[in-house]
C-alpha cells in the first residue's frame, strides 16, 4: 500500500498504473486546495495513481488530505521568488527534491496550478522524464509566466480569458475548472439555502449575487469596491 511520507513510500512492483504528481505551494486551505483535491477525487485509479507533493509546513494542507486516496509527500519548499542568490539554490534543491519523490513513487506525469511550477516543471522534466502539465487559472500574470508557458507539454487554460492572454499556443486548450460540490439531495440543499437565508437575514425570493474567495490583494478586491462606492 502507499504510504503517506516520501521517505517511506513503498510501491508495490506490479502497480503499473501511472504515478501523477501534483504540487501545491499554498500554505493554507484556499479555492486552488480545494480544486486540487477535487481532481484528485475524480482522478481514474484504475490507471493512475496520485501523489501530492506539499510543504512540510503546510500540516492543515496535509491534514486535508489526510482521509484521500493519494499519497502525500512533504518537501522543503522555499519562496522561489525572493531577490538573492540564493533564490538559484533553492530551486535547484526544490527540483532535487521533487526528482527524489518521483523515483520514490515512480512518477510520470507532473501536474500543477502553481506558478512556481512554470519554472520547475522544465528542470524536473529535464532531470526525471517526466511528462509536465501546467494548468493556468490566473489572469493578470507577468511577461515571464507568458514565456515560460510554451514550455509544458500541456497547458489547459480554466477559461478563454486565460486561453487569450497567453497567446492561445498549440499545448494550450480551454478545459473550465468545474466548482467543487457537496453531494447533496434536493431537498438538503433547499434547507441549507433556508437555513443560510435566515440566519443572513435575506428574503426568500430575493436574488443572491455573490462569490467566495480568499481576500488577497492581487486579486483585485480593492478595485472592486472602489467601483462599488462609485455606484
Known amino acids: 500500500m502507499l504510504t503517506k511520507e516520501s521517505g517511506s513510500s513503498n ?61 502525500l509527500a512533504p518537501i522543503r519548499s522555499p519562496r522561489l521568488a525572493r531577490r538573492s542568490p540564493a533564490a538559484l539554490v533553492d530551486l535547484v534543491r526544490t527540483v532535487g527534491e521533487l526528482a527524489r519523490v518521483c523515483r520514490a513513487h515512480r512518477v510520470r506525469i507532473f501536474h500543477s496550478t502553481s506558478p512556481r511550477a512554470a519554472v520547475l516543471g522544465p528542470l524536473l522534466r529535464a532531470r526525471t522524464g517526466v511528462k509536465f502539465v501546467w494548468q493556468i487559472a490566473m489572469l493578470g500574470q507577468p511577461r515571464w509566466a507568458h514565456y515560460l508557458a510554451r514550455f509544458p507539454d500541456r497547458a489547459p487554460c480554466v477559461s478563454r480569458a486565460v486561453y487569450e492572454e497567453f497567446g492561445c499556443r498549440p499545448n494550450m486548450q480551454v478545459v473550465y475548472n468545474g466548482p467543487w460540490t457537496e453531494l447533496l439531495t434536493d431537498a438538503e440543499w433547499n434547507d441549507r439555502r433556508g437555513a443560510l437565508r435566515a440566519e443572513l437575514g435575506i428574503a426568500e425570493d430575493a436574488l443572491v449575487v455573490g462569490g467566495m474567495a480568499n481576500l488577497q490583494y492581487w486579486k483585485g478586491v480593492k478595485d472592486r469596491y472602489a467601483e462599488l462606492d462609485k455606484q
Open 11 to 71: 510501491v508495490f512492483a506490479d502497480d503499473r498504473r501511472i504515478g501523477v504528481l501534483y504540487l501545491t505551494s499554498a500554505p493554507f486551505l484556499g479555492g486552488a486546495v480545494y480544486g486540487l483535491r477535487s481532481i484528485a477525487r475524480h482522478l481514474d485509479r484504475t490507471r493512475f495513481r496520485p501523489v501530492l507533493a506539499l510543504p512540510e509546513e503546510a500540516r492543515e494542507v496535509a491534514e486535508f488530505f489526510r482521509d484521500e486516496d493519494i499519497a
